[in-house]
């Protein structure tokens, strides 16, 4: 069983890099951004809490990732592994992971604020199939319309350059220390996520001791 943390600041390609191991090494993917997107689209009370909180630009607290993260893990549907990215975000969540699970990587992607900057500027949500769509390197064949199913483009609710900021001032804030905390367990290894797609996915794979491809 594989058991593995992937971070990095937003926009450093972890939901891709995640869905890759989770689709070549049968892995349950657990995306803490997904988690909340879906609660929105649900109208949950979780999503319409969220949705409040992305609108005024400010970040989803601590106790409330925390949740729903203990919520996900406890489905026990990991029979292989789990990868898990957006958690944890700081030292508490931290400290709480490492006594409740044996972890057996951190995955950290290294990008500069200027390339984050780049990249989520960049990012375009489907209003309907939630299809994610990057104007650098994935540009719809419409302009302003998904390829998948012709629902609008959009920029999302928290990727405006105000909200960008503040996400940037967190992730130094908070989640750099936590890097230090699984540091000392030897664990974390370090990529440069300024690569391509799949050549982030191979440097991964080295890292990691993984096999390149099972074909």
């Known amino acids: 069983m594989r058991k593995y943390v992937i971070m990095g600041v937003q926009g ?59 919520r996900r893990l406890g489905i026990h549907d990991w029979n292989y592994g789990f990868i898990i990215d957006g958690f944890p975000r700081n030292g508490r969540q931290a400290e709480f992971f490492m006594e409740s699970y044996d972890i057996d990587a951190v995955i950290h992607l290294e990008l500069t604020d200027d390339e984050v900057r780049r990249r989520v500027l960049s990012r375009r949500l489907c209003t309907n199939c939630g299809m994610d769509y990057n104007l650098i390197a994935d540009r719809p064949e419409v302009e302003g319309r998904c390829d998948i199913c012709g629902g609008e483009l959009i920029t999302r609710a928290d990727d405006t350059p105000e909200a960008l900021e503040t996400r940037l001032s967190d992730y130094h804030e908070k989640t750099r220390p936590v890097l230090e905390l699984f540091r000392r367990k030897e664990v974390v290894h370090d990529v440069d996520g300024r690569a391509s797609v799949d050549e982030v996915q191979s440097a991964i794979r080295k890292t990691l001791g993984l096999p390149s491809s099972r074909g």
């Open 12 to 70: 450093s390609g972890k939901g891709t890099q995640a869905k890759m191991l989770r689709e070549e090494f049968d892995l349950v993917h657990i995306s803490v951004g997904d988690i909340f997107r879906w609660h929105v689209r649900q109208h949950t009370k979780i999503g319409a809490q969220v949705k409040r909180i992305m609108a005024a630009g400010d970040l989803v607290g601590d106790d409330l990732v925390a949740e729903v993260v203990r």
